[in-house]
């Protein structure tokens, strides 16, 4: 036998223990090498199809459009606000579940991964970021508004680039979690079918999760699920922001002032990241026409245009960390 046949047949026989961290190791290549669809995104598809069910299902939405005056009861409302969610969320997760988990090894890790790439965006992060950045840097105003709308749901016309900045280094704080880490995490407890079951739940909060007159109660279950589902990895996403700075301040400001902050999860993963970087987040912003009020996150200095770039480097840090942690487990493990 060879020495390269020996090196193939070591590395198919060890392939198979390492295989979660061979998948993720891959995902964030592929992420890397290829970024974000640029046609044919499977979000858009799964939003009209969304978009769809909701123009149908959510009776609020009809009575807005119509010259109907009866309210439609509450509960109803959140009834089909949850039955549409069980059929826009459970039925890829179950199917990829039944039929499509359990290939060999070596087509398990390279359809996983395909998966698990779709999931992530931390390319997308980045490239958003450097699409406010760079404009902020050569004081292109309206050009940076433009894209921060991007981002954010709040409104951007009139935003300062300090308000951009601090809107951008929130984003990209707690989208690392959404987006990044909260699919890594939910592909190591339960695979693939995990990871899309939270994508696409996470991706109906973002559209249905708003307390206005239209989704108040028909998106309720949107959102109560999306927190849900991202409780546990929210924090596991605080502590790989933690451990990069002051871990027990960065810790205790994630409890304190996340807790009072409007979105738990996001709330945590934003107080520990900025308290790592150093600087304040929160504040007052314009969302649907009101004025909402955030609780300080984080200690430090005002957020600054050079902290946007920081943000991301926070993410990426953090990304690696649990890829590399996994490694090591799985190591562990193989060696005992």
Same mark, same amino acid.
């Given at each position: 036998?060879?020495?390269?046949?020996?090196?193939?047949?070591?590395?198919?026989?060890?392939?198979?223990?390492?295989?979660?961290?061979?998948?993720?190791?891959?995902?964030?290549?592929?992420?890397?090498?290829?970024?974000?669809?640029?046609?044919? /995104?499977?979000?858009?598809?799964?939003?009209?199809?969304?978009?769809?069910?909701?123009?149908?299902?959510?009776?609020?939405?009809?009575?807005?459009?119509?010259?109907?005056?009866?309210?439609?009861?509450?509960?109803?409302?959140?009834?089909?606000?949850?039955?549409?969610? =069980?059929?826009?969320?459970?039925?890829?997760?179950?199917?990829?579940?039944?039929?499509?988990?359990?290939?060999?090894?070596?087509?398990?890790?390279?359809?996983?991964?395909?998966?698990?790439?779709?999931?992530?965006?931390?390319?997308?992060?980045?490239?958003?970021?450097?699409?406010?950045?760079?404009?902020?840097?050569?004081?292109?105003?309206?050009?940076?508004?433009?894209?921060?709308?991007? %981002?954010?749901?709040?409104?951007?016309?009139?935003?300062?680039?300090?308000?951009?900045?601090?809107?951008?280094?929130?984003?990209?704080?707690?989208?690392? /979690?959404?987006?990044?880490?909260?699919?890594?995490?939910?592909? %190591? %407890?339960?695979?693939?079918?995990?990871?899309?079951? /939270?994508?696409?739940?996470?991706?109906?909060?973002?559209?249905?999760?708003?307390?206005?007159?239209?989704?108040? /109660?028909?998106?309720?279950?949107?959102?109560?699920?999306?927190?849900?589902?991202?409780?546990?990895?929210?924090?596991? =996403?605080?502590?790989?922001?933690?451990?990069?700075?002051?871990?027990?301040?960065?810790?205790?400001?994630?409890?304190?002032?996340?807790?009072?902050?409007?979105?738990?999860?996001?709330?945590?993963?934003?107080?520990?990241?900025?308290?790592?970087?150093?600087?304040?987040?929160?504040?007052?912003?314009?969302?649907?026409?009101?004025?909402?009020?955030?609780?300080?996150?984080?200690?430090?200095?005002?957020?600054?245009?050079?902290?946007?770039?920081?943000?991301?480097?926070?993410?990426?840090?953090?990304? %690696?960390?649990?890829?590399?942690?996994?490694?090591?487990?799985?190591?562990? =493990?193989?060696?005992?």
């Amino acid at each position: 036998m060879s020495w390269i046949e020996n090196i193939n047949n070591q590395a198919m026989l060890l392939a198979p223990y390492f295989a979660t961290s061979l998948t993720i190791l891959l995902a964030l290549l592929l992420d890397n090498i290829l970024g974000e669809a640029k046609k044919y /995104h499977y979000l858009v598809g799964f939003g009209w199809l969304a978009d769809k069910i909701e123009s149908v299902l959510n009776h609020n939405n009809i009575q807005q459009n119509s010259l109907t005056t009866a309210k439609t009861a509450p509960l109803k409302i959140k009834l089909l606000g949850t039955l549409s969610w =069980c059929l826009l969320v459970l039925p890829l997760p179950i199917v990829y579940f039944l039929f499509i988990n359990d290939l060999a090894w070596y087509w398990q890790i390279l359809l996983d991964a395909s998966v698990l790439y779709l999931a992530i965006g931390l390319n997308s992060l980045h490239q958003h970021a450097m699409q406010i950045y760079i404009p902020l840097k050569s004081e292109d105003i309206v050009k940076a508004r433009h894209f921060t709308g991007y %981002i954010v749901s709040r409104e951007t016309n009139a935003l300062s680039p300090q308000a951009m900045s601090r809107a951008t280094v929130e984003s990209m704080l707690e989208n690392g /979690h959404d987006s990044v880490i909260a699919s890594m995490v939910y592909y %190591i %407890i339960g695979g693939a079918p995990l990871v899309i079951l /939270h994508r696409l739940a996470n991706t109906l909060d973002a559209m249905w999760g708003y307390k206005t007159s239209r989704f108040n /109660h028909f998106g309720y279950a949107s959102a109560k699920l999306d927190d849900l589902l991202g409780f546990f990895s929210a924090k596991i =996403c605080t502590l790989l922001y933690s451990i990069q700075g002051d871990v027990k301040q960065s810790v205790t400001n994630a409890y304190q002032q996340g807790n009072q902050y409007k979105s738990h999860n996001g709330g945590w993963v934003m107080a520990a990241g900025a308290t790592v970087m150093k600087i304040t987040l929160g504040g007052n912003a314009f969302y649907h026409g009101k004025v909402i009020t955030s609780p300080t996150l984080g200690l430090g200095n005002s957020v600054s245009i050079e902290d946007i770039p920081r943000s991301i480097t926070l993410v990426k840090r953090a990304a %690696i960390t649990l890829a590399l942690l996994t490694f090591f487990y799985q190591l562990v =493990c193989y060696l005992l």
